[in-house]
């Protein structure tokens, strides 16, 4: 049985950023993945999606050209290369990553992984690859049959990492070929769909939905609460479904699918929209409406691990409840970001080695460790979107008084050039202490620009600070200067006090 200072089941963000912080510190380490390194969000989650998008921006730019006085004809796509494109940028960043498994002498092992007691590992091999990374087998697979079905695997250290999975809406028609979660629809490249419906007005399910919109398809968003995207500011969320409806896409607010339907052409999909029955024709469905923690036969019947509605519980070292097991990421629940499982991964490693941990976090249980006033937020839309820190809406329920800055993009000189459509930027003082305390972009490099208030929010600067900086010109980011000075200036921004 080979034993390992580290085993790490989940390959994703806090699963491969754990594995090589550990290597990094001379710890040996295995990982375990049923499918491919990277996990979700680079396989199946963010790093596609953001190619698609990507692509079907600059097809909508192409689309436009002529405002820039520029003229291209027969502008047209070709779905299989589109597709082909995402693939090429999922292998190259997941190579990156075994390349580097490689490099720090990281083992990983394909196979499904359950925890037994003792700290035991059984692994039951991917019979379709049977493959390891950094094992000493070929990763081509011509060493396959030397590997056995199940391996016993021992480590002074277990780390849950297995991240989380689309949830379902258990309705009738869900198990339809043409109802999909997002997942599977980013593997489905045989069509480019007339009627797309996505039900959920979440990150994910407005990004696939811009996707779709840019390139033809006539979308639907059915979203249960009042607007879309209901943990963010108001007002970017409502300037966001003005610029989504002026494109097209139909917003369907306080309304429940209550079941969908096969038809000869497609899907029907019958829902409750305030109060009136209404059915709507697709050819597909997305369905995005939140990701569940996974735990599937995950931990052997006799391994008592502390659970609540099936997220691991843990404390604020990331324990759980045996000594010795650890549970990061979408796995524990809260907030389900790439980001957030790596800094948590980088945390936990850290304090594995009895060093001073790097990473900010929280020992509040109600935030899950992770300081939430330096997450940031961001939606790779067009206009991109991206937030930090508190809302005014969140400083209203906590009764924090502050001080608001914003600006209008109007006015901005790569604005103007790029002719996008108007954006602005929002930033929340501490009307007391002047320190920085949230803010909210909505223009192209949004989510680029996003790092500088993160950083600022950290570090408690405040308005005076944030002023010292010179921003070059022309740029996008020139525009934090303007919303700050708007902060400081009282007889524009009253002090708001809740």
């Given at each position: 049985?080979?034993?390992?200072?580290?085993?790490?089941?989940?390959?994703?963000?806090?699963?491969?950023?754990?594995?090589?912080?550990?290597?990094?510190?001379?710890?040996?380490?295995?990982?375990?993945?049923?499918?491919?390194?990277?996990?979700?969000?680079?396989?199946?989650?963010?790093?596609?999606?953001?190619?698609?998008?990507?692509?079907?921006?600059?097809?909508?730019?192409?689309?436009?050209?002529?405002?820039?006085?520029?003229?291209?004809?027969?502008?047209?796509?070709?779905?299989?290369?589109?597709?082909?494109?995402?693939?090429?940028?999922?292998?190259?960043?997941?190579?990156?990553?075994?390349?580097?498994?490689?490099?720090?002498?990281?083992?990983?092992?394909?196979?499904?992984?359950?925890?037994?007691?003792?700290?035991?590992?059984?692994?039951?091999?991917?019979?379709?690859?049977?493959?390891?990374?950094?094992?000493?087998?070929?990763?081509?697979?011509?060493?396959?049959?030397?590997?056995?079905?199940?391996?016993?695997?021992?480590?002074?250290?277990?780390?849950?990492?297995?991240?989380?999975?689309?949830?379902k809406l258990g309705l009738p028609g869900e198990e339809l070929s043409e109802v999909m979660t997002s997942e599977e629809l980013l593997?489905?490249?045989?069509?480019?769909?007339?009627?797309?419906?996505?039900?959920?007005?979440?990150?994910?399910?407005?990004?696939?939905?811009?996707?779709?919109?840019?390139?033809?398809?006539?979308?639907?968003?059915?979203?249960?609460?009042?607007?879309?995207?209901?943990?963010?500011d108001i007002e970017f969320a409502e300037a966001l479904e003005k610029i989504l409806v002026g494109r097209g896409i139909h917003v369907?607010?306080?309304?429940?699918?209550?079941?969908?339907?096969?038809?000869?052409?497609?899907?029907?999909?019958?829902?409750?929209?305030?109060?009136?029955?209404?059915?709507?024709?697709?050819?597909?469905?997305?369905?995005?409406?939140?990701?569940?923690?996974?735990?599937?036969?995950?931990?052997?019947?006799?391994?008592?691990?502390?659970?609540?509605?099936?997220?691991?519980?843990?404390?604020?070292?990331?324990?759980?409840?045996?000594?010795?097991?650890?549970?990061?990421?979408?796995?524990?629940?809260?907030?389900?970001?790439?980001?957030?499982?790596?800094?948590?991964?980088?945390?936990?490693?850290?304090?594995?080695?009895?060093?001073?941990?790097?990473?900010?976090?929280?020992?509040?249980?109600?935030?899950?460790?992770?300081?939430?006033?330096?997450?940031?937020?961001?939606?790779?839309?067009?206009?991109?979107?991206?937030?930090?820190?508190?809302?005014?809406?969140?400083?209203?329920?906590?009764?924090?008084?502050?001080?608001?800055?914003?600006?209008?993009?109007?006015?901005?000189?790569?604005?103007?050039?790029?002719?996008?459509?108007?954006?602005?930027?929002?930033?929340?003082?501490?009307?007391?202490?002047?320190?920085?305390?949230?803010?909210?972009?909505?223009?192209?490099?949004?989510?680029?620009?996003?790092?500088?208030?993160?950083?600022?929010?950290?570090?408690?600067?405040?308005?005076?600070?944030?002023?010292?900086?010179?921003?070059?010109h022309p740029t996008f980011n020139e525009a934090v200067s303007k919303a700050v000075e708007d902060s400081r200036e009282e007889k524009?921004?009253?002090?708001?006090?809740?």
């Open positions: 049985m080979e034993k390992y200072d580290l085993l790490i089941i989940g390959a994703g963000p806090g699963g491969y950023v754990a594995a090589l912080e550990a290597a990094k510190r001379g710890m040996k380490v295995l990982v375990v993945d049923k499918k491919e390194a990277g996990g979700t969000c680079v396989n199946r989650g963010c790093i596609p999606t953001k190619a698609l998008l990507h692509a079907s921006t600059i097809y909508k730019d192409m689309k436009d050209c002529e405002k820039f006085g520029l003229y291209a004809k027969e502008i047209g796509f070709d779905l299989q290369k589109l597709y082909q494109y995402k693939e090429e940028s999922v292998v190259e960043m997941r190579k990156a990553i075994e390349e580097e498994f490689l490099r720090l002498g990281v083992t990983f092992v394909q196979g499904t992984a359950q925890v037994q007691v003792d700290k035991r590992v059984v692994v039951k091999m991917a019979h379709m690859q049977k493959r390891t990374v950094g094992s000493g087998l070929s990763d081509d697979g011509k060493n396959s049959a030397d590997i056995p079905d199940t391996v016993i695997y021992e480590a002074d250290k277990i780390l849950i990492a297995s991240g989380a999975a689309p949830r593997q489905a490249k045989d069509r480019c769909y007339d009627r797309l419906v996505v039900v959920g007005g979440g990150v994910i399910g407005l990004e696939i939905a811009t996707v779709f919109q840019a390139l033809g398809s006539e979308v639907t968003v059915i979203e249960l609460g009042e607007r879309l995207l209901p943990s963010m369907y607010k306080k309304s429940l699918i209550e079941r969908f339907e096969k038809e000869e052409h497609g899907v029907s999909c019958h829902l409750m929209s305030e109060g009136k029955k209404q059915i709507l024709p697709a050819d597909a469905v997305l369905v995005s409406v939140g990701r569940e923690p996974y735990t599937e036969e995950l931990f052997a019947a006799d391994l008592k691990i502390r659970m609540d509605h099936g997220k691991v519980l843990v404390n604020e070292f990331f324990m759980t409840n045996i000594p010795g097991i650890y549970a990061i990421g979408d796995v524990i629940g809260g907030v389900q970001l790439a980001h957030v499982a790596s800094a948590q991964a980088k945390y936990v490693v850290e304090r594995m080695n009895n060093l001073e941990p790097s990473v900010i976090l929280s020992i509040v249980p109600s935030c899950l460790f992770v300081s939430m006033s330096i997450i940031p937020n961001c939606l790779y839309l067009n206009p991109e979107i991206a937030t930090v820190g508190l809302t005014e809406e969140e400083a209203e329920r906590k009764g924090i008084p502050v001080r608001c800055g914003r600006y209008r993009m109007d006015a901005n000189g790569q604005t103007i050039l790029s002719k996008e459509e108007v954006g602005f930027i929002k930033v929340l003082f501490a009307a007391d202490s002047d320190v920085l305390l949230g803010a909210q972009i909505m223009c192209q490099r949004a989510t680029d620009m996003i790092g500088e208030l993160a950083t600022a929010i950290a570090n408690g600067l405040t308005s005076r600070q944030l002023m010292y900086a010179m921003r070059a524009k921004s009253a002090i708001k006090s809740y």
